[in-house]
């Protein structure tokens, strides 16, 4: 009898934590914008602010997840015109999608404006993990990158780094 009880309080309790779990994850959902997992989010909903790792000029909004941590993230990145992206590499591959303006994006360690690929609305490109690489924005651009973090910029020249 003590062993049923002992069975039927731990299955109980499991469900309760269970249910407040789903209970937790859907408020979290719900405060995302969506519903049972779903997502919705108007452009005019984001939330831009600045980037310290690309300073002045350059503007983020972080979609889903955390860029310090081992899990999937979405973010946007708005760029003034004439922005210049200065060599760099990422310790993930980076993949990408122009939303608005051209982006002008090319591999290498010095940056060199002849030398870059115009990537216009609807282009999309993969860059490896730790392959250097720059740019810059003609107009006003805006691109959408997804990955695994954690996520980081390393500039080729330190003096490059806004952070410094």
Known sequence: MKHAILMTTASVLALVMTTSMAVQDHDHDHEAGGTGGHVFIEPDDLAWGPVASMGDGAEIAVIEGDLNKDEPFTIRLRLEGGYRIKPHTHPAYERGTVLQGTLHFAHGEEFDADNTTAMG??????????????????????????????????????????RN
């Open 121 to 162: 609305e609807g282009s999309i490109f993969i860059m490896p993990r730790g392959a250097p690489m720059y740019g810059y924005a003609e107009g006003e651009v805006v691109f959408q990158l997804h990955g695994t973090g954690p996520w980081g910029i390393d500039y080729v020249n330190p003096d490059d780094d806004p």
